[in-house]
């Protein structure tokens, strides 16, 4: 079979696998691993496709290809750690603030130590280099799907009619008010809410949230309190004073849900990088509805989606964890 047939089928196929597995049910996050492929395909039918007509160009634009990958790193390294700065200036020293300094820190300290083995040249050093890339070079993979799929999933709208916008509580700001990065959640929701009941449609608003560390009343009655005092109707908004974490969100939410309308269709509304971890959460809560995000500050978002991210990993860490224990073996293996 002609090279370029044969690449663009292989494309082809991939491209197919994500729509299909897409279309079944978007919220899979094995869609990101699909549609990497299916982009990675795409590049290489192209490079195909041009070195039939200069075998020079193809390989020249193959190097550069590789070249963007040092050259992001750096970048990388550079913008989380500047990130990380304004964190903490604008939002305190927490734990959470930190992420992106820290793996931006990180990203350097990695080139400063496979730069310290390669002038030391200890075998036994250097198995612990490969090992700790090969690893890094997995979860680095894994982020660019989880990235690349948050971004896709994030921009698509739904158009179907909903019976309920569910709306995910987060921390109060000194125990009672709601603080702006909750208050983008119920602004879009509520502009979801008038949007339905402009058609004609009966939907009820459900805010989500119990009562956590530190905070003086459930999140759910201070979300309600937020919406009612910007105009909407009390009989609009259905609370839910229970959960203590996102899955216990969407769980207690689908109970209240189903009880006043069974065979009912929502939509739920969280942050933008919360978006594709909400919408895997909701799929194994068996919550009918897809998830849309409202906005996030700019320098909020890169830390948040860090944090996103640790957490599908550990949601999956058997999985994870075998997978590295595999690369770990092999290149122990390499040297014995």
């Not at 990235?147 to 179907?160: A, E, F, P, Q, T």
Request: charged residues 20%; contains cysteine; glycine residues 8%.
């Amino acid at each position: 079979m002609n090279p370029v047939v044969l690449a663009f089928a292989v494309s082809a196929f991939c491209f197919a696998v994500f729509l299909v597995s897409f279309l079944l049910d978007r919220r899979k996050l094995r869609n990101g691993l699909y549609l990497f492929f299916a982009l990675a395909s795409l590049v290489f039918a192209l490079l195909v496709l041009l070195a039939t007509f200069s075998p020079t160009a193809a390989a020249l634009a193959g190097l550069a290809l590789l070249a963007l990958v040092p050259l992001t790193v750096a970048v990388l390294a550079v913008f989380l750690i500047c990130n990380g700065i304004t964190m903490l200036r604008r939002e305190g020293r927490r734990l959470a603030n930190l992420l992106s300094l820290l793996a931006g820190a990180g990203i350097v300290a990695l080139i400063a130590f496979n730069a310290l083995v390669t002038r030391i040249g200890w075998t036994p050093l250097d198995v612990v280099r490969s090992c700790v890339n090969g690893i890094l070079a997995y979860v680095s993979f894994l982020f660019v799907c989880f990235l690349l799929y948050s971004v896709v999933y994030g921009r698509i709208r739904g158009r179907k009619d909903v019976d309920f916008v569910v709306v995910l509580g987060s921390g109060l700001l000194g125990g009672t008010k709601v603080p702006p990065l909750l208050a983008g959640r119920l602004d879009r929701g509520r502009r979801v809410l008038d949007a339905q009941r402009a058609k004609g449609r009966d939907t009820l608003l459900v805010t989500s949230g119990g009562q956590g560390p530190g905070e003086d009343v459930p999140e759910s009655r201070a979300m309600a309190d937020y919406l009612l005092e910007r105009g909407v109707p009390a009989d609009r908004i259905v609370r839910e004073e229970r959960s203590r974490t996102t899955f216990e969100n969407l769980t207690f939410s689908a109970e209240l849900m189903r009880e006043r309308r069974p065979g009912y269709r929502c939509v739920v509304v969280t942050n933008n990088f919360h978006v594709l971890r909400a919408a895997v959460l909701a799929r194994k809560a068996k919550v009918d509805g897809q998830v849309i995000g409202a906005p996030t500050a700019w320098y909020f978002w890169p830390s948040a989606t860090i944090r996103e991210f640790v957490a599908v990993v550990v949601d999956h860490r058997v999985a994870n964890g075998v997978v590295g224990g595999l690369i770990v073996l092999a290149n122990v293996l390499r040297v014995l």
